[in-house]
């Protein structure tokens, strides 16, 4: 199984991706420059945070016109695995592979600190190694991640339990003073219908080792491998 | 012919604006107490070959919806504001 780390001009995570994929998961991880059209030895794509584009007129709404972005969707259709982090997750709605929108936070500053966040859906490929309501710990860095979807969107987000992480307080109590940046249901991480595509604000690939500070976001990396192989190996079986 | 398009976006009125709300807090302290619903948006101006005012207006609001604009959060307004024959 193998991983790609998408890179645009401005990305900026994209190395720190790479390195946890590699150490987390001892798997095979490739760059893939955003003018590449060919992913298809890929099984998990990764949009890396940053500022693609410079993050001229809005975060991410250049970087969903990159070539690379076409193989995206159509990897995403397959329903093969995505996840966007901070700006990866503002590519993904712009390219409308997630409902939403990500714009400026609340407060207009640039919050960038550790974050309490409450574990909504653990029955996913990404997610099925926490524990339902586990409160974890990521951190964030971004100005503009705040979450705005009308409220029909929001209504069948909440219904089809699309909402994969809350931001909470570290006893796990979602509440206004919790929400670091004005979210809408203080959420922040989502994923589609089809539960093959996560966004998410804050950064699990900063959390992968005790050593700089935690590593919740290992468990992230290794569910999803764990995921991929147990695929493989039902494809090898058919 | 060659149309000057002028393009306006801003959030739509259901959606918080922030930097408005601050600036409008800023005008108060300098003393324009009057000053109420302050929105801040973007200003795009382009040029465009075009058949007619109408195609032009039509292809500005086409690039609106595909990438000037994000429909979910914000709304536009295209004005063609001068057109010039082509030498």
């Given at each position: ?15 720190d991706c790479?390195y946890a994929i590699e150490h987390v998961t ?112 990521f951190p ?63 950064h699990p690939e900063r959390r992968c080792e005790s050593l700089i500070g935690g590593s919740d976001g290992k468990k992230l990396f290794k ?16 | ?87």
């Amino acid at each position: 199984m193998k991983f790609g780390v998408v890179v645009f001009p401005g990305s900026n995570c994209d190395a720190d991706c790479y390195y946890a994929i590699e150490h987390v998961t001892g798997q095979d991880v490739r760059y893939v420059w955003h003018e590449e059209t060919e992913i298809g030895d890929l099984d998990c794509i990764v949009l890396p945070g940053g500022f693609s584009y410079g993050d001229y007129l809005r975060c991410g709404a250049v970087a969903r016109f990159s070539p690379v972005m076409g193989a995206v969707m159509t990897h995403a259709a397959e329903g093969k695995f995505v996840i966007g982090i901070c700006n990866g997750f503002q590519v993904l709605t712009e390219a409308g592979l997630l409902p939403g929108a990500l714009y400026r936070n609340d407060h207009l500053k640039f919050v960038c600190k550790p974050q309490h966040l409450r574990m909504e859906r653990t029955d996913l490929p990404f997610t099925h190694f926490y524990s339902s309501r586990q409160v974890i710990e990521f951190p964030l860095a971004h100005g503009e991640g705040r979450y705005y979807a009308d409220p029909e969107t929001l209504q069948q987000l909440e219904q089809n339990g699309q909402v994969v992480f809350r931001y909470c307080d570290a006893e796990g109590n979602v509440t206004p003073d919790a929400n670091p940046n004005g979210s809408l249901n203080n959420i922040a991480g989502i994923c589609n219908e089809g539960g093959n595509v996560l966004g998410l604000m804050p950064h699990p690939e900063r959390r992968c080792e005790s050593l700089i500070g935690g590593s919740d976001g290992k468990k992230l990396f290794k569910g999803l491998t764990e995921s991929l192989r147990v695929l493989e190996i039902s494809r090898g079986l058919r | 012919m060659l149309y000057h398009v002028q393009i306006e976006i801003t959030l739509k009125p259901t959606v918080m604006d922030a930097q408005g709300t601050t600036i409008e807090k800023a005008l108060h302290k300098m003393g324009h107490a009057s000053v109420d619903n302050v929105r801040i948006g973007k200003f795009v101006t382009l040029e465009i070959e075009a058949k007619c005012p109408d195609c032009a207006k039509s292809a500005a609001e086409e690039m609106c919806r595909e990438l000037l604009a994000n429909p979910i959060i914000e709304q536009y307004h295209v004005a063609v504001v001068e057109s010039e024959a082509v030498a």
